[in-house]
């Protein structure tokens, strides 16, 4: 089956025309022998390459690419199927941005393509995808992060408050996690996540109840983390918990039973968060409107959680805007290396920005990951790089600190 694949990265040194041509020179020998078509631009500082042939022959050759150090930020902007090849001439044609108007570029490209095909007209992803990074050389919409490798993350020791081991079992154990502000070395708020008595997830809880039980469980529980929070002495840090919608909408009086389990573990409401997955919220959109409306006349903070994996994200954000918005750990895992979750993320970052919501990533794993989302204009992370979940305790969280210049 015939590939296309197109990435872009930065050129590590600047490059000459002989530079290209030392580069190119080997290269095309090896893409002819492997039926690899394509064609590379070059800005200065920046690559764009298209490579298409047999599946097996663009991946190797992708490897390759990727694992040279002539340049960094590879980042993937598409991958895709077709009939026919659309350079079908060249074992990789150069187009050096540095000779060309902008006016010039993208007939130039129309014009590198031997035989236009015909299912590949003006509306071609491919054509626009390539017009679109050449003809944005300059304004430099590019997000691209600081080289992981400037970063290290160091543990620094702090008092780490944990319930006492002799304390009677509670009802419902929390672990917690934080969210973190890293660059100023803050945490901004803990999630406290309800745990199974044998330590089984959230949903692994809840699947183990009956229906019934689900939405009172869900509330009651919530007096077990504010009381956790008021032992751990968290009394000045925001607390974060998670609710289905269905808990609020359920009982009338759950937003003043929710504001009397603060209040009896003697914590603000002003600290509290409620974070909401979206799922069950557009089914019954406007008694969960009402029922927001009341956490808010109570002082209670909104997040929506899991921002991205659901169904009706954008319209349920149209409809209700949150205190915070955390995306989804799909959208953020490998995002360094992904160009859709790039143009996703940073619109959600964007959108955020003018509606006055702070963004939160979920589940950042990596190093490089935080240093793109960083870039982004994200401040807030939640994720194994910073601090795994503690039962009933407050976790260790490693903070990145600069050991090379930018
Ligand atoms: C921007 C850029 C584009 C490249 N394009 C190709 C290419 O089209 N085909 C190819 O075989 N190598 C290409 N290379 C070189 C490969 O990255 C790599 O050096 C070469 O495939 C040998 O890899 P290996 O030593 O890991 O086998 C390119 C390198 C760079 C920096």
């Not at 390759?64 to 990789?92: C, E, K, S």
Request: hydrophobic content about 45%.
């Amino acid at each position: 089956m015939l590939s296309t694949l197109i990435y872009r990265s930065r050129a590590v040194t600047p490059m000459t025309a002989q530079d290209l041509t030392d580069l190119l020179t080997p290269a095309r020998a090896r893409n002819a022998a492997m039926q690899v078509t394509g064609i590379l631009l070059f800005d200065g500082v920046h690559f764009v390459q298209l490579l298409e042939g047999p599946d097996e022959a663009v991946n190797l050759i992708f490897d390759a690419i990727q694992r040279d150090d002539a340049h960094r930020n590879v980042v993937l902007l598409m991958r895709d199927h077709g009939p026919a090849r659309r350079f079908g001439g060249d074992a990789m044609a150069l187009l050096d941005l540095r000779e060309l108007g902008p006016q010039q570029v993208s007939s130039r490209i129309l014009a590198k393509m031997k035989q236009p095909p015909r299912w590949a007209g003006s509306d071609d992803r491919v054509v626009k995808i390539l017009g679109w990074y050449a003809d944005a050389r300059g304004t430099d919409p590019i997000v691209e992060g600081e080289e992981a490798a400037n970063w290290q993350l160091v543990a620094i020791d702090a008092p780490l408050a944990q319930e006492d081991p002799a304390a009677p079992a509670r009802p419902y154990p929390f672990a917690l996690q934080p969210i973190v502000n890293p660059l100023r070395r803050e945490i901004t708020s803990f999630e406290f996540l309800i745990r199974s008595q044998a330590g089984g997830s959230p949903e692994q809880l809840f699947a183990s109840l009956d229906p019934a039980d689900r939405y009172r469980v869900d509330l009651e529980s919530k007096a077990s983390a504010f009381e956790l929070a008021r032992r751990l002495g968290l009394t000045d840090v925001k607390l974060s918990v998670n609710l289905l919608p269905m808990s609020l909408i359920e009982d009338p009086s759950a937003v003043d039973r929710l504001v009397d389990q603060v209040a009896a573990c003697a914590l603000l409401p002003q600290h509290v968060i409620v974070e909401i997955t979206e799922q069950e919220a557009i089914e019954r959109p406007r008694a969960f409107r009402d029922a927001i409306e009341r956490l808010r006349r109570a002082g209670i903070g909104v997040a929506i959680d899991d921002f991205g994996a659901g169904y009706a994200g954008l319209s349920l954000l149209a409809e209700f805007q949150p205190d915070k918005l955390k995306i989804d750990r799909q959208l953020i895992q490998n995002v360094h290396q992904d160009g859709p979750r790039q143009a996703i993320v940073s619109g959600i970052a964007r959108a955020c920005c003018a509606m006055g919501i702070t963004p939160v990533a979920e589940g950042v794993e990596r190093v490089e990951e935080w240093c793109w989302l960083q870039a982004a204009g994200i401040e807030r992370f939640q994720g194994y790089l910073f601090a795994k979940p503690a039962l009933n305790g407050v976790p260790a969280v490693r903070w990145p600190e600069r050991i090379r210049p930018r």
